[in-house]
């Protein structure tokens, strides 16, 4: 399986500030395409995933242009330009490529 | 709109059905999947059908105990799970992938597994 590893683990942040999560995949998550197909979910407290990133660095609809993420290959980022207190909650990068799809083991962004 | 059911205690190796109902898209157009969430810890893909019944894929720890099905006349799917263990105990998502459109998940229904 691919493994999906994330850092930091926990990332206390300032209102205001930017914030940069790290993913790093076991094996290329390239596919026939010539894309790589890792996504990026938020997931606040007591609710359901939301997708933010999907395909490397496109935002899903709704999702603000404070986020962003880049990457290829085995190694990809996302970035938050000026964290908001809505941010707060845990990331997890997730790989589409390879069966079975895989999740990092998520990365909690709280506010100092 | 994803509606999860299904879920409850269920003592080890044990069996529980979970269904998942569908509405406001074509349901028979699109791949589904359940994932799970074991108490604290962080997510898990477990199983994915294809929009037509053809392809099923699933994560190791769950191989040869749970199977994936659908209804697309009803908008359902299924997770059946057999010889349950304490380590399934998770909340249990119904997801809707799409690589480009947005991933629609319900809402949970939890599963615990204990004597």
């Known amino acids: 399986d691919v493994v999906m590893t994330q850092s930091p683990l926990s990332l206390p942040v300032t209102l205001g500030q930017p914030a940069s999560i790290s993913c790093r995949s076991s094996q290329s998550l390239v596919y026939s395409g010539g894309n790589s197909k890792l996504n990026w979910f938020h997931q606040r407290p007591g609710q359901s995933p939301r997708r933010l990133i999907y395909k490397v660095s496109n935002r899903d609809s709704g999702v603000p242009d404070r986020f962003s993420g880049s990457g290829s290959g085995t190694d990809f980022t996302l970035k938050i330009s000026r964290v908001e207190a809505e941010d707060v909650g845990v990331y997890y990068c997730?790989?589409?490529?390879?069966?079975?799809?895989?999740f990092g083991q998520g990365t909690r962004v709280e506010i100092k | 709109q994803l509606v999860e059911s299904g879920g409850g205690l269920v003592q080890p190796g044990g069996s529980q059905r979970l269904s998942c109902a569908a509405s406001g898209f074509t349901f028979s157009s699109y791949w589904m999947s359940w994932a799970r969430q074991a108490p604290g810890r962080g997510l898990e893909w477990v199983a994915t059908i294809k929009y037509d019944g053809s392809e099923k894929y699933y994560v190791d720890a769950v191989k040869g105990r749970f199977a994936i099905s659908r209804d697309n006349a009803k908008n359902s799917v299924f997770l059946e799970m057999n010889s349950l263990r304490e380590d399934d105990t998770a909340v249990y998502y119904c997801?809707?992938?799409?690589?480009?459109?947005?991933?629609?998940w319900g809402l949970g229904t939890l599963v615990t597994v204990s004597s």
């Open positions: 997730m790989q589409a490529t390879h069966w079975p799809w895989t």
């Open positions: 997801a809707r992938y799409d690589d480009i459109a947005e991933v629609v």
